[in-house]
C-alpha cells in the first residue's frame, strides 16, 4: 500500500482537495499541489484546523500569472510549472503521483521523472487535451496547427502509455485508450463529483443575492470559465431574448476574453439586464448557486465526449433546474437528461435554447421537479466516503 501520496491538481478545483483530506483522514501521508496563478475557480486550497498534521497543501506559483492566450509564452510558463513540480516531489518523496489537469509538457516531465525514480504515477485524465489543442490550433494555425496538434496528440499518447495507471472521468474516454492499446487492467473509470458538505442548499434570498440585486428577479446563472470551448454568444443570446422583462436578469461569473466580450456587449446592446462579475469565492459559492433560478453550462461541439464541465457537478448539489448547451454525447448531458434535471440542446441550437429558457421561466412545477432531481443525483452519487474507496483500491 502506497503511504505518501501527492495529488497534483493544477486546476485547485474543489472536489479533488476534498479526496485529499479524505485520504489523509485514512492515514496516508498526502501533498496536495496545484497551481497558485491559475485564475480559475478554486475549492478550499488552505490548510484548515481541523486537517490532520499528515496532510498539506502547497500552491506552486511561477513568476507571473498563466498568460492562456500567448502560445509561446504559455509554453514556458507551463514548462516552468513542471519544474516546480518536481522540485516539490523530490522533496516530499512519494510512493505515488496521481496528478490531474496539467498540460501535457510538464505533465510529461512529471511523469518522466516518477519513472526514473521508481515512484508510481496515476494520470487522473479529465480531458484528453491532445485532441482540443489540435483542434483549436488547426483554425488558428492551418497547417502549422495541424503539426503542433499531431505532436501533443503523440506526447499525450506516450504519457498515457507509461503512466501506472490511468483514472478516466467518463467511459467516453475509452476509446481514446484503447486506439492506444492500453489494458483495461491499467484503467479505472471514475466520474468526477462535487463537494457536497461544501456546498449546502440555501434560500435565494440571501446575503449575497440581495447584495447583486437578484434576490426578487428571475436569473440565468452561468459561473466558471469561459474559455476557447466556451461559446459566449449563448448567454448574449438570452439576455437579448428576455431584455424586455424587467423581472429576468442574467448573472455571469467568470474571467478572461469570454466575459470581456460580454461586458462589451453590456454597453453596445444596453443590456441593464446582462451582468458580468468575476469569479466568486468558494466561501459564498453555495450563496451564488441559490441566487440562481436556471444554471447554465455552454461546451462547443468539439469538446465532445471528451470534457464533462465541472460546473455542471457543482449545479446538480445547488437543487436547481439545468439548461445545457453541450454535444448529447457529454457526459453531463446524459447525467442531466438521464436524471431529469433539466433541458440538454445542442451547442449550436440557438432557438431551441431560447425556447427552452422560456419553458423555464414560465413553469415553476416543471423547474421544482427538476431541481429536486438534481440534489437526488447528486446525493447518490458523490457520497465521499464510497469514492476515496474506489481510489484506495487503486492505489
Known amino acids: ?94 510512493d505515488t503521483v496521481i496528478s490531474a489537469n496539467m498540460p501535457l509538457d510538464p505533465q510529461a516531465m512529471l511523469q518522466r521523472y516518477c519513472q526514473d525514480n521508481h515512484i508510481r504515477f496515476v494520470f487522473w485524465l479529465q480531458d484528453v487535451i491532445s485532441l482540443a489543442t489540435k483542434k483549436i490550433l488547426e483554425k488558428k494555425l492551418s497547417w502549422a496547427g495541424k503539426l503542433i496538434g499531431d505532436y501533443y496528440i503523440a506526447l499525450e499518447k506516450r504519457v498515457v502509455s507509461n503512466s501506472d495507471h490511468i483514472v478516466l472521468i467518463t467511459d467516453g474516454q475509452e476509446l481514446f485508450l484503447l486506439e492506444m492499446g492500453i489494458p483495461k487492467r491499467k484503467v479505472t473509470v471514475i466520474p468526477n463529483w462535487a463537494p457536497l458538505n461544501e456546498l449546502p442548499v440555501l434560500p435565494k434570498d440571501n446575503p449575497w443575492s440581495r447584495e447583486h440585486g437578484l434576490a426578487d428577479k428571475f436569473t440565468f446563472l452561468y459561473s466558471g470559465t469561459l474559455g476557447l470551448k466556451h461559446n459566449s454568444n449563448l448567454l448574449l443570446q438570452i439576455s437579448l431574448h428576455f431584455k424586455e422583462d424587467r423581472q429576468v436578469m442574467v448573472f455571469v461569473g467568470s474571467e478572461g476574453p469570454g466575459a470581456d466580450w460580454l461586458s462589451q456587449r453590456v454597453k453596445e446592446f444596453n443590456l441593464p439586464n446582462l451582468i458580468v462579475k468575476g469569479y466568486q469565492q468558494m466561501e459564498v459559492f453555495p450563496q451564488v448557486l441559490a441566487a440562481g433560478d436556471v444554471l447554465i453550462a455552454i461546451l462547443e461541439a468539439e469538446a465532445g465526449a471528451y470534457s464533462v464541465p465541472s460546473k455542471v457537478l457543482s449545479y446538480l448539489t445547488a437543487q436547481k433546474p439545468l439548461l445545457l448547451a453541450v454535444p448529447q454525447n457529454n457526459l453531463a448531458a446524459r447525467i442531466v437528461q438521464n436524471s431529469q434535471a433539466g433541458y440538454v440542446v445542442e451547442p449550436a441550437d440557438v432557438s431551441a435554447l431560447l425556447e427552452k429558457a422560456e419553458r423555464l421561466f414560465a413553469d415553476k412545477i416543471l423547474c421544482e421537479k427538476f431541481a429536486q432531481n438534481a440534489r437526488h443525483y447528486a446525493e447518490e452519487n458523490f457520497d465521499i466516503e464510497r469514492i476515496t474507496d474506489r481510489f484506495e483500491a487503486l492505489l
Do not use: C
Not at 26 to 40: F, I, K
Open 1 to 94: 500500500m502506497a503511504k505518501r501520496i501527492i495529488v497534483q491538481d493544477y486546476a485547485g478545483h474543489p472536489f479533488q482537495i476534498q479526496l485529499s483530506r479524505k485520504l489523509a483522514e485514512r492515514g496516508y501521508h498526502v501533498l496536495h499541489l496545484y497551481a497558485g496563478n491559475n485564475q480559475t475557480p478554486h475549492g478550499s486550497l488552505l490548510k484548515l484546523e481541523t486537517d490532520p498534521l499528515n496532510f498539506d497543501v502547497q500552491g506552486l506559483y511561477i513568476r507571473q500569472p498563466l498568460n492562456k492566450y500567448s502560445y509561446i509564452k504559455r509554453w514556458f510558463q507551463e514548462r516552468r510549472y513542471g519544474r516546480l513540480a518536481l522540485d516539490a516531489v523530490a522533496k516530499f518523496k512519494p
